[in-house]
Each structure stands twice: as structure tokens, then as C-alpha cells.
């Protein structure tokens, strides 16, 4: 697991049966999507079936989590009470190297240094008994 987050976990994650496995791979620090059998779409959020060709056939694969950021805001206000003394929140969306997009929150960088198009790495911050993924500078 990273360092601690500078900034707070407000909410921690309710695992259902579809997403136990990659809340249970975040937790060992690892990134995992599924994968349709049929047709090779990577899938996130997890689901029961393939949100391209609706395919029950999905396989639970490792990928590195890294991405490049397709776009971000800063919040300077709190989005929750739990981000009451957080100066400026930087929620993003990283489109990953297998092609699925996601949004996060990116760590240990200032706003004035974000860039559409900068590589991102992942981050493990643990939430109570779980594991959020969040992103910093690569």
C-alpha cells in the first residue's frame, strides 16, 4: 500500500457480490477489471455482464491501474462535510491503458501542476476495512 492520502475517505465502499473481487485486489494493492470472454471489452464498473455485447462471460484480469488524465475540476469547496478542512479536492477522470475510463481523486500534486494528458499511477488508500484507488503523477 502508498503512504496515507493527504486528503480524507469520506465514504467507505459497500462490496456486492459482482465487485467483492476488486475491492479484494484493492486491498492487496492490486488492480483488477474484467475482461468480456467473447468480445475482449475491458468492464468497469463490475458487472454481471459485458456492457458491449451483454456476454455473462467476464474474467476477473490484473492490469496496472495506470492511465492518462482525459480531464479534471477542482473543488474548493467541501463536496462533504468529511473534506471540511481540504483546500482544494482534485477529482479527475483517468482513461486507463486498456481503454475504460474512470473517475478518481489525484493525489500529492497542487491543481496549478494538473495537466489534461499527464500519465497517472495508482494509489491505495485505505477506508475503514477497505481499499480506495485514487491516482498521482506517474
Known amino acids: ?68 488524465l482525459s480531464t479534471f475540476t477542482v473543488a474548493r469547496q467541501p463536496t462533504t462535510p468529511a473534506f471540511a478542512d481540504v483546500d482544494e479536492l482534485i477529482l479527475g477522470v483517468v482513461e486507463l491503458d486498456e481503454g475504460p475510463k474512470m473517475t478518481t481523486s489525484l493525489e500529492y500534486v497542487a491543481s496549478a501542476d494538473v495537466v489534461i494528458g499527464m500519465r497517472l499511477a495508482p494509489v491505495f488508500v485505505a477506508v475503514g476495512e477497505h481499499t480506495v484507488l485514487r491516482h498521482r503523477p506517474a
Open 1 to 68: 500500500m502508498d503512504t496515507p492520502s493527504p486528503r480524507p475517505a469520506p465514504i467507505e465502499p459497500v462490496p456486492t457480490p459482482t465487485s467483492q473481487r476488486f475491492w479484494d485486489a484493492l486491498g492487496e494493492g492490486r488492480v483488477e477489471l474484467q475482461q468480456c470472454d467473447d468480445c475482449s471489452s475491458w468492464i468497469y464498473y463490475p458487472r454481471s455482464r459485458c456492457s458491449n455485447c451483454l456476454s455473462a462471460n467476464l474474467t476477473w484480469r490484473p492490469i496496472a491501474g495506470t492511465g492518462t
